[in-house]
């Protein structure tokens, strides 16, 4: 996917604050491309990541230590990664293709990469032709209920309750349906492989429905 136009702001200068690194420091990274100039906390995905087994920015010296070297990776079209996601746009067009919709969800993991302290989603709904029809990014569950609703263009909400824990199944619903984690008949793959899934900063699967 082209980067497209970007901009970068430095929010910390060297020396002062106690850094004793010469030149500017921390930026804040934005792309046209990534969900219409999402900032980038670069500092905050070094810090957060430190002791996984994989980063998307890293922070290096260079010219002998004199300068200061920023890298970091975004996530794929379709993708999520570290708390970050970027996926088509809904289409704009009414109505939908009935027979068997389908979801990517994304459960993004409590108190990680900028998520708060409730599980917040990705939730991506398909009709059966394949066009999107409804998504929400990061969405938080509802601190009282445990719950969150979908819209899309279909005649019903999609609804997620993660009333449990990091092990505990998620419980979708659309109309009279009602399925979890691991459900064959739904084809639900969250929560599949080690960890219940998860691996920086979230877990992620696919599903299907009647619609």
Same mark, same amino acid.
């Given at each position: ?8 702001q ?14 500017l ?11 219409n100039w ?13 002791g996984?087994?994989? @980063? ?17 990776g ?8 570290f ?27 409590r ?5 708060g ?23 938080p569950?509802d601190?009282s ?11 019903y909400?999609? /609804? ?5 824990? /990091?092990?505990?199944p ?9 399925w ?11 929560? @599949? ?7 920086y900063?979230?877990?992620?699967g ?6």
């Amino acid at each position: 996917m082209p980067i497209a136009e970007f901009s970068i702001q430095y929010t910390k200068a060297g020396g002062v604050d106690g850094n004793s690194e010469d030149g500017l420091h921390n930026p804040i990274l934005k792309f046209a491309n990534l969900n219409n100039w999402e900032a980038m906390d670069v500092q905050a995905f070094i810090d957060n990541s430190a002791g996984e087994h994989g @980063n998307l920015c890293k922070k290096t010296k260079a010219n002998l230590g004199r300068s200061i070297v920023y890298e970091c990776g975004i996530p794929k079209l379709g993708t999520s990664a570290f708390g970050l996601s970027i996926y088509k746009p809904v289409d704009e067009s009414p109505g939908f293709t009935s027979g068997w919709c389908t979801m990517h969800v994304v459960q993004h993991q409590r108190n990680e990469y900028g998520i708060g302290g409730e599980y917040a989603f990705d939730v991506i709904i398909y009709d059966a032709a394949g066009k999107v029809i409804g998504s929400t990014q990061a969405a938080p569950i509802d601190g009282s209920s445990k719950s969150l609703s979908v819209s899309s263009h279909l005649p019903y909400t999609v /609804d997620l309750i993660a009333s449990g824990g /990091d092990a505990d199944p998620v419980v979708f619903k659309y109309g009279d349906q009602t399925w979890q984690n691991g459900d064959g008949s739904h084809q639900n793959t969250l929560g @599949n492989g080690p960890e219940n899934g998860y691996e920086y900063g979230d877990r992620e699967g696919d599903m299907g429905f009647n619609c």
